[in-house]
């Protein structure tokens, strides 16, 4: 197995993961109305005075809904037809990690009293039970991803010994966690050091000076804890794969190129552009 063409799949999905959470915010509250002025990795800033209650609502899920709609595009794609190769390593990795970014979102936002799915909350008047059912709801997810996460790992990394299925699945999951968590963490600094910093605090009401490099900081612990502890169960998916034998070959993954140069520019995307922010009016 490549490492670097693992490594590059691992950027260009949660490269999505990231992008099409927050491009589906910002693209949700364009069409109803609202004024969106900066995409960023850690958020969309905005004037949302436009947006009416189910117009909130709409905005607020719309980024678990692309994750959402990623996982279920991925999960026709993983089932190898022949010997498991790239394109069922890419496929796992987008389910994964947009999986763990929708279940992450529920059970994070309640715990820190922001977020996507705080926003939901919010808008009602029973917000504790609300809170503590969206935390609960979240587990659940949680069992549902973590399932479908060591399931579907065992056909990617297709037959032979046992040894050498858990060792290559360890060194998939671990390469993957490493790549994108540090991709993610970047782009959050990024955020924090030279885009608008209300993309991370809007919720408090608190704005840092930008730049700054304690909004670099934040940044990167935001991203860190929002992306990197959330995504972090997929390493323990191949101690589950034994368990699980396929028959056939196994995995084969060889320096693909084409993955190669694909990962850079999703890097580039994801650190350079939307980092820093991409902005969409004037302030």
Not at 93 to 116: M, N, R
Not at 184 to 209: E, F, K, R, V
Request: aromatic share 6%; net charge positive; charged share 10%.
């Amino acid at each position: 197995m490549d490492i670097p063409t693992v490594a590059a799949a691992a950027v260009v999905a949660w490269s999505v993961a990231i992008a099409g959470h927050q491009a589906g915010h910002a693209l949700i509250a364009t069409a109803l109305g609202a004024s969106v002025d900066t995409v960023t990795a850690l958020g969309v800033t905005g004037r949302w005075g436009a947006l009416r209650t189910p117009g909130t609502l709409m905005t607020s899920v719309a980024g678990t809904s692309v994750n959402m709609l990623v996982m279920a595009g991925a999960w026709g794609r993983m089932r190898p037809t022949g010997s498991p190769g790239l394109r069922e390593v890419v496929a796992w990795l987008l389910f994964a990690a947009s999986g763990w970014t929708v279940a992450g979102h529920l059970v994070l936002s309640p715990v820190i009293g922001a977020g996507d799915w705080m926003t939901v909350v919010d808008l009602f008047a029973n917000r504790g039970p609300l809170r503590a059912s969206t935390f609960v709801t979240g587990l659940f997810v949680c069992g549902v991803i973590w399932k479908g996460t060591h399931e579907t790992l065992a056909p990617v990394t297709g037959g032979g010994p046992e040894g050498s299925r858990v060792t290559c699945a360890r060194r998939l999951t671990r390469t993957a966690w490493v790549s994108g968590t540090v991709s993610a963490a970047l782009a959050g600094a990024a955020t924090g050091i030279w885009g608008p910093s209300d993309a991370m605090l809007t919720h408090t009401g608190q704005l840092l000076p930008d730049p700054t490099l304690l909004g670099g900081v934040v940044g990167l612990c935001a991203a860190f804890i929002g992306f990197g502890l959330m995504t972090a169960p997929t390493m323990l998916a191949p101690v589950m794969v034994k368990e699980r034998p396929v028959p056939g070959p196994p995995l084969e993954v060889t320096r693909s190129v084409p993955m190669l140069i694909t990962g850079v520019f999703f890097a580039v995307l994801l650190i350079g552009a939307l980092g820093p922010g991409v902005t969409l009016a004037p302030h």
